[in-house]
């Protein structure tokens, strides 16, 4: 069986983003080619191209985004923020949840979340 290089099947590794992704049913290769291996340190720029998952444009409305993350076995930041997806540029920056609280301690993993909608002309 090939090393796995991305996202590992345990309880604690990022529930939110499994329940919501589906991943629990996905083969071990269908998991790694869509979690790839973990980001490396420093700024990273994130996209969405504002389609659903069968290619199709979304309608114009404010659309929720979230980035988890295990900082510890146990200990998770999710980052949660919405954005306005419609005529006009827009931005907004996500709140931190902790969980449990005491993973605020835990060591710093995510900082600066944050949205950006440009539309196309």
Same mark, same amino acid.
């Given at each position: ?12 590794? $990022? ?34 191209? $504002? ?71």
């Amino acid at each position: 069986m090939a090393r796995r290089k991305g996202y590992i099947r345990r309880p604690q590794s $990022c529930p939110e983003w499994v329940k919501a992704s589906g991943l629990a049913n996905l083969s071990d290769a269908a998991i790694d080619a869509i979690s790839g291996p973990t980001q490396k340190p420093g700024h990273v720029n994130l996209s969405w191209d $504002c389609t659903d998952a069968s290619g199709k444009t979304v309608q114009p409305g404010i659309y929720t985004y979230k980035i988890e993350g295990n900082i510890s076995w146990d200990k998770r930041v999710i980052w949660m923020g919405k954005i306005n997806v419609g005529k006009a540029a827009s931005s907004s920056t996500a709140v931190a949840t902790y969980i449990p609280d005491a993973a605020r301690t835990a060591g710093t993993l995510l900082t600066e979340v944050a949205a950006k909608f440009q539309p196309s002309r």
